[in-house]
Nanobody, 130 residues
């Protein structure tokens, strides 16, 4: 069955960096677009970034544009999110999600619906605080 396992979360200072990973199994990773999403305490689910199956096209929410970079290694069945210039408002539980298509939307309205993706990981906590 499909498994998505996120890792790399933790505590970072404002202005710092973290790199999240999502290990995928149970499906042909290279055939599907993937996304990262997050949920802050007391708030709805927010789409963060999406990437096409071949890694050629990438899209970002305005809130992270220029600070976060999504990437993937299809040989390793792994999705990444490099997060730089972190802000306290980036504090959230971060999820990777599998798209049922090979391409990603250019954006998703808030709040994101879990049904927009067919599989989700359990999430990794990112806390940005001094």
């Amino acid at each position: 069955q499909v498994q998505l396992v996120e890792s790399g979360g933790g505590l970072a200072q404002p202005g710092g960096s973290l790199r999240l990973s999502c290990a995928a199994s149970g499906f042909t990773f290279s055939r599907y677009a993937m996304s990262w999403a997050r949920q802050a305490p007391g708030k709805g689910l927010e789409w963060v970034a999406g990437i096409y199956s071949d890694g050629g096209d990438k899209y970002y929410a305005e809130s992270v544009q220029g600070r976060f970079t999504i990437s993937r290694d299809n040989a390793k069945n792994t999705l990444y999110l490099q997060m730089n210039s972190l802000k306290p408002e980036d504090t959230a539980l971060y999820y990777c999600a599998k798209d049922p298509r090979s391409y990603s939307n250019t954006y998703y309205t808030y709040p994101l619906h879990r049904a927009d993706f067919d599989s989700w990981g359990q999430g990794t906590q990112v806390t940005v605080s001094s």
